[in-house]
DNA sequence: GATCACTGTGGGAACGATGCCATATCGGTT
DNA sequence: AACCGATATGGCATCGTTCCCACAGTGATC
């Protein structure tokens, strides 16, 4: 970032280009795009006068312009469900310190949760020619329009098309197994589950994680502890009020996420109840909350800015290798206990 | 890779341009691009041919190619300090959600606290010739380096350039004050402050309104109760500890921001200090966890949404105006009084 | 002294879209 | 019959950059 002095050159409307670097540096654009960019020949001295005039001009090339001839896009399309969550917070930010590193802008977009902001996401990248797109999918719908489209997609946290677009995940089947094995070890059998869904992708993992260490537990899947509640925090703390103050509660909850789990705690702080001693909580990914509030919750951590670097990493091997076979990445998850899980009260 | 190659008409590789869509619908280039954009004359028969031809192509528009012919660009820049603080990462959904109700996307550049980081957004965006940039500024350079290549910006959050630059800011004094008269009237007369910084702008403002309600009180400012730590958990985290272990520790701690306030809680948490009776904490900026924690943290709550709305609003003045009186607006906050501050131990 | 390799520079055609201007057609008026 | 305004369309320059190609100079080799 070079800086103008006061009357600077720049302050009169018109923005300098290549040809007033040329113009001022007495040669032609050509040269000066040879000399500024490095590539192709340029004396020395010439170069040094095209560097002094673009300098002296406060030049910037136009990325625009560039990419328009070039037909190689430097930028790459981020979209997320909801900035507001850490979780797709922290993984902008990865994807941000990574594409940066690289050269890269991020052209970011937050659906809010919503279907058509999604698509509006996707056609704004198709117009804006990104060199590739990462995305946190709501459904397969983006994928397939953008690789139709012909740009590169990489599907992070939930996966559609495994197998066809490439993906970035977490071992959500182990870290819910782990989770949900830590309260069965710890005596538990009644241990519901709140979850977003349990049909595609990540939910339905998850859910086979927690099934398959109730069965390992010698227990079997309760139907009615399964609340599938979405994406919202007032619902889940709504159900989880329901279900906390029956008498069969259960002794221990699992929340297949970190807005499930924030429900599921102001439900639990609401009555009153103690954990772990009333009752146990163990969540999947671990919020900033989880860790300040007393107890602390025991939570699944996941690398979220690492799972937002390694998408970009991702993109980029894509695009050196445009036909490469499409891949899906597992990054390893990690259970950490802390004081919100403790052994079932009904036993000694 | 499995995704090209399909039977849709995009897949030949190359994208479709304007001139694909003219020869399907057997006109011109210009009408083309009259038809699509509705500007200009276009026979109904032929809008819908062109429609029809440039649905079936799946054509989408070069936004890079519109925008060097027009010389106008739809998108913003935004530059935050730290997407992983929830402070940021609520400001950047509400200007995401501002810009996509107006047609503009936004590229975003987390500069995780580099003053270098900074200074390279900057850059790329003048190079993307971005039609404004809005950024949390560290310094008074992006702006300075920004307004000299005729990109309009609007500092928000902090101001380095009041009647100079536009800013969208909260009332830090009046904020602090009350947070600070909050503690007074309790009774408290030792009161910490937790700052990142005294000297500039928001920092500033705050440390004033912290010392004005201590002379309201009839107190003075301690200095050595006023810790500037920067923007650093571990480091207000340890100083907390330091002070609070001190047997004349204050009684009362207002923390300036949601990072100081964490490194504070976790501090008394450490220290098994008990709020309120031993020792009162209110924070500036209701970061999520304070609602979570118990008992919850009393705080100086900013509509952080709205604050990144706002000044993609003010951008849009701006840039309908470019030559206006440069304009600073201020929004509310609302003291949310929770269970943290209670009455000063040393009282009855 | 002709040929060649190499260095260095400029001219000009793209890239994909827009928008000014010229032109064409047509019904209606002078 | 000439002219007009309105409607409708195409031709072409243009935005800022890159990069292919032509060309000029310079030594060295045959």
């Known amino acids: 970032?070079?800086?103008?002095?006061?009357?600077?050159?720049?302050?009169?409307?018109?923005?300098?280009?290549?040809?007033?670097?040329?113009?001022?540096?007495?040669?032609?654009?050509?040269?000066?795009?040879?000399?500024?960019?490095?590539?192709?020949?340029?004396?020395?001295?010439?170069?040094?006068?095209?560097?002094?005039?673009?300098?002296?001009?406060?030049?910037?090339?136009?990325?625009?312009?560039?990419?328009?001839?070039?037909?190689?896009?430097?930028?790459?399309?981020?979209?997320?469900?909801?900035?507001?969550?850490?979780?797709?917070?922290?993984?902008?930010?990865?994807?941000?310190?990574?594409?940066?590193?690289?050269?890269?802008?991020?052209?970011?977009?937050?659906?809010?949760?919503?279907?058509?902001?999604?698509?509006?996401?996707?056609?704004?990248?198709?117009?804006?020619?990104?060199?590739?797109?990462?995305?946190?999918?709501?459904?397969p719908k983006v994928s397939t329009y953008l690789g139709a489209h012909g740009i590169p997609v990489i599907e992070v946290d939930r996966q559609f098309a495994p197998g066809v677009t490439d993906g970035v995940v977490v071992g959500n089947r182990v870290?819910?197994?782990?989770?949900?094995?830590?309260?069965?070890?710890?005596?538990?059998?009644?241990?519901?589950?709140?979850?977003?869904?349990?049909?595609?992708?990540?939910?339905?993992?998850?859910?086979?994680?927690?099934s398959e260490a109730l069965a390992m537990g010698g227990a079997a899947v309760v139907p009615e502890l399964v609340v599938s509640s979405g994406w919202d925090v007032a619902d889940s703390h709504r159900r989880a009020l329901d279900m906390l103050r029956r008498p069969d509660r259960p002794t221990a909850v699992f929340a297949a996420n970190n807005v499930l789990a924030e429900g599921v705690w102001r439900a639990i702080a609401e009555l009153g109840l103690r954990v772990p001693e009333d009752v146990s909580l163990v969540a999947f990914d671990d919020a900033p909350w989880m860790s300040m509030v007393s107890p602390m919750v025991t939570a699944v951590a996941q690398d979220t800015m690492g799972l937002g670097a390694a998408a970009v990493r991702r993109l980029h091997e894509r695009l050196d290798a445009p036909d490469g076979e499409s891949l899906t990445t597992v990054l390893a998850v990690r259970l950490v206990v802390r004081g919100s899980t403790g052994s079932c009260p009904a036993l000694p």
Chains 1, 2 share one sequence.
Do not use: C
């Open 175 to 210: 870290g819910a197994r782990e989770a949900t094995t830590h309260l069965v070890e710890l005596g538990h059998r009644r241990i519901a589950l709140f979850i977003d869904e349990t049909n595609w992708t990540t939910g339905h993992e998850r859910y086979q994680g927690y």
């Open 1 to 139: 970032m070079t800086m103008e002095r006061g009357a600077s050159p720049l302050s009169r409307g018109r923005r300098p280009t290549i040809k007033d670097v040329a113009e001022a540096a007495g040669v032609s654009r050509s040269t000066v795009s040879r000399a500024l960019t490095g590539s192709g020949y340029a004396a020395d001295d010439v170069r040094e006068r095209v560097q002094r005039a673009a300098a002296e001009l406060g030049y910037v090339p136009d990325v625009m312009a560039r990419t328009l001839k070039q037909q190689i896009s430097r930028s790459i399309g981020v979209i997320v469900s909801d900035l507001r969550n850490s979780f797709y917070a922290d993984l902008a930010a990865g994807a941000n310190g990574e594409a940066r590193s690289r050269g890269y802008t991020m052209v970011l977009a937050d659906t809010s949760l919503s279907a058509d902001a999604e698509s509006e996401a996707a056609e704004a990248f198709v117009a804006l020619r990104v060199a590739g797109v990462i995305v946190t999918p709501n459904s």
